[in-house]
Structures are given as structure tokens and as C-alpha cells.
């Protein structure tokens, strides 16, 4: 759905007036979760990045053979790009394709870093120690940090729909009211009317409409 400025200042000058208050994409709690989210993928894509290098650089010396660690090294680097993809996507405001752009490839890392940290010997729950502090538990946080933030937006986004359609009924109904061609309105005509339409002026116009109708019934009488 098309949104036009001026009807949205008047889905929020009507949400402040009715008291609707809800979290908001734009708002404090999003921006903060936003910055912490930002924090951790920079930590996370270095683990990556030292992970991948890490792999290579046995290869090279020889301590490993390339068909042993390929799939690792492909799917953390894959997994990786569309991370980025997704916080490229989140600051440009697309939430719900940011949301399954990084959640579904970040759920798809935990396992690959758990097969090459695995230890039945020593660790906790039969994986390194540093399993957890270098991947599961920077993952985890970004997974609810991202879900957290695609909630946020999208129920935003559905309260914000439901009134921007009641504003735009009733200004149907005014736009009626005030234009004498409003059996003949075409939808070029109606979405000019909602690109241009400025709340504040509008209301002002109803009044002088108003008050010139009221003026003119006292002459008459």
C-alpha cells in the first residue's frame, strides 16, 4: 500500500489525540536493538572472516586437505553474504526481508561451527568452550535481536495500515462533501488529492467552507 506524508502526519496526529502508543521501527527501543544488533555483527562477521582465513591457511600449510573443509568454508561464507544482505536491508527499512534474509542463513551456522568444535572430552555439552563464546552465543543474540525487530515492525506496520485506511475513508467522505464533481471521481483525481493533501490546511478549508455556508444561510434569512 502507497503511503502519502500528509495522511500519515494525520494517522499520527490521530494515534497522539487517542493515545495509541506501540513501538515503532523508528522508534527508541527499535534504534537501540538496532546498535546492539550492528555491535554483534561486526564481532560475528570478524569470527567468519578469521574462521575462513583460518581454514585456507591450513590448506596451504598443508595440514588439511581442501575437500575436508570446502562445504564449511563455502556455507559460513554464503551465510555470511546474506547476513549482510539482511542488515543492508534492515537500514534501508525492508524488516520482514531482513528478518528471513539473516535469521534463516544465521539458524544454518550454528551447526556447521558445532561439527568442526565438537569435543566429548572437554568442553560443555560435548563442544569446545570457545564454540560458544565465538559463535553460538553472538548467533543466538542476533537471531531474537532480529526477530525482536521484525515484530516490532511489522505489527507497526499493521496498526499503521488499519487507521492510514479508516483517514483515507474519511477523507473520501469529506472529499465528497466539498467537491461538487464527487459522483465523478477518478482514481487519478483521488490519488492527486491524497499526494497533495496537507492536514493541516485541509482542516482549515473545511472550517472556511463551513463557515461561508453558514454566512450565506444568514443572508438569505
Known amino acids: ?20 502508543v506501540y513501538a515503532k521501527p523508528d522508534g527508541k527501543l527499535c534504534r537501540s536493538l538496532r546498535v546492539i544488533y550492528t555491535v554483534v555483527f561486526a564481532y560475528t ?8 582465513a ?19 568454508v563455502l556455507t559460513v561464507s554464503a551465510c555470511s553474504i546474506f547476513v549482510i544482505a539482511g542488515l ?9 526481508t531482513a528478518g528471513i534474509t539473516s535469521v534463516i542463513p544465521l539458524v544454518f551456522l550454528v551447526p556447521v561451527f558445532a561439527v568442526r568444535l565438537k569435543d566429548d ?16 552465543v553472538p548467533i543466538v543474540i542476533m537471531i531474537l535481536l532480529m526477530v525482536w525487530m521484525t515484530v516490532i515492525a511489522q505489527r507497526a506496520k499493521i496498526k ?29 483525481q483521488w490519488n492527486d488529492f ?25 443572508e438569505v434569512q
Open 121 to 136: 572430552l572437554d568442553g560443555l555439552f560435548g563442544y569446545k568452550y570457545s564454540f560458544y563464546w565465538r559463535h553460538f
Open 54 to 72: 583460518g581454514m585456507l591457511i591450513t590448506v596451504d600449510a598443508g595440514t588439511t586437505l581442501m575437500p575436508d573443509v570446502l562445504n564449511s
Open 88 to 96: 543492508v536491508l534492515m537500514y534501508c527499512k525492508f524488516y520482514l
Open 45 to 52: 562477521m570478524a569470527i567468519n572472516l578469521l574462521y575462513i
Open 160 to 188: 499503521t495500515d488499519r487507521l492510514y485506511k479508516k483517514v483515507t475513508e474519511n477523507l473520501f467522505n469529506m472529499y465528497k462533501v466539498t467537491d461538487d464533481e464527487s459522483e465523478n471521481i477518478s482514481e487519478e
Open 1 to 20: 500500500m502507497k503511503k502519502y506524508d500528509g495522511v500519515l502526519k494525520r494517522v499520527r496526529a490521530l494515534e497522539q489525540k487517542k493515545g495509541i
Open 194 to 218: 491524497l499526494q497533495n493533501y496537507n492536514p493541516d490546511e485541509y482542516k482549515g478549508q473545511i472550517v472556511r467552507e463551513i463557515t461561508e455556508e453558514k454566512a450565506e444561510n444568514n
